[in-house]
């Protein structure tokens, strides 16, 4: 579980994020446009960003204090917007180097994304977009996540992808991890989602439930609209 009170953070000096609290124990989307700090949270909750206040609980331990890795050691894992695999690695290396002991291998990664099992012997520079993305959270599921936080996982994949993506969310669910994941708007990813949170210009605009959302998605188009 990830609780995230009253977080501050931003970039030479000016304020970016300007008090965003919420708690993530099943799947938590948050949305905003471009711009709103989506990607400013989750770096200052990876620890890649200092915070200027605010406090970071995984699984009631305070974390904020703690540098990246230390963090990532704890099992809060982040898949980057833009993926940043290694060009000159394979595919099999990448889950190798990242692997941990845990249910997560590289064998049940490749059952979960095909196509990558295909593609296992292929550099990262080599490979498409949606493969890099697939990879990307491919190396972090075999860091055995507890808390995973997904910077716009389905952002320019074809549908096919983006449900696979989501069907992963679901199994990790299952599994008792806590997933965050960001978007623009209520898309394939998102939609899985057992809570929403909207952000605009760093500060949490709109929350529903994803049942409410389901209901009615017009409520989360509104919210976005403002
Ligand atoms: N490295 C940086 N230095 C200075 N300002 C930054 C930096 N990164 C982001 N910003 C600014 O912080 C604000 C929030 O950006 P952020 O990337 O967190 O938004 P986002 O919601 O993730 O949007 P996107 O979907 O475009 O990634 C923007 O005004 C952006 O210009």
Redesign the pocket.
């Given at each position: 579980m990830l609780t995230v009170s009253d977080l501050r953070a931003?970039?030479?000096g000016?304020e970016?994020l300007r008090g965003v609290s919420l708690t993530v124990t099943g799947v938590h989307a948050l949305l905003?446009?471009?711009?709103?700090?989506?990607?400013?949270?989750a770096h200052a909750v990876a620890g890649l960003l200092p915070l200027t206040s605010g406090s970071i609980d995984v699984d009631e331990r305070p974390v904020e204090r703690l540098a990246a890795h230390r963090r990532a050691r704890l099992g809060l894992r982040l898949v980057p917007?833009g993926r940043r695999c290694f060009a000159s690695l394979s595919v099999a290396e990448h889950l190798s180097l990242a692997r941990r002991p845990g249910p997560w291998t590289a064998e049940r990664v490749y059952e979960v994304f095909p196509g990558l099992a295909a593609r296992r012997s292929h550099p990262g520079g080599k490979l498409s977009g949606g493969e890099q993305q697939m990879l990307a959270l491919g190396r972090a599921l075999v860091g055995q996540p507890r808390v995973l936080l997904l910077?716009?996982p389905a952002e320019g994949l074809v549908p096919a992808l983006a449900t696979a993506i989501a069907d992963v969310v679901g199994v990790l669910r299952g599994e008792g991890v806590a997933v965050l994941v960001?978007a623009?708007a209520w898309d394939t990813v998102a939609r899985v989602a057992d809570e929403i949170t909207v952000?605009t210009t760093?500060r949490v605009t709109a929350e529903f439930t994803g049942e409410e959302a389901r209901a009615k998605p017009e409520l989360v188009a509104d919210a976005l609209r403002l």
């Open positions: 931003g970039y030479h000016g970016v905003g446009h471009n711009g709103a700090g989506k990607t400013t949270f917007q910077d716009e960001t623009p952000l760093g």
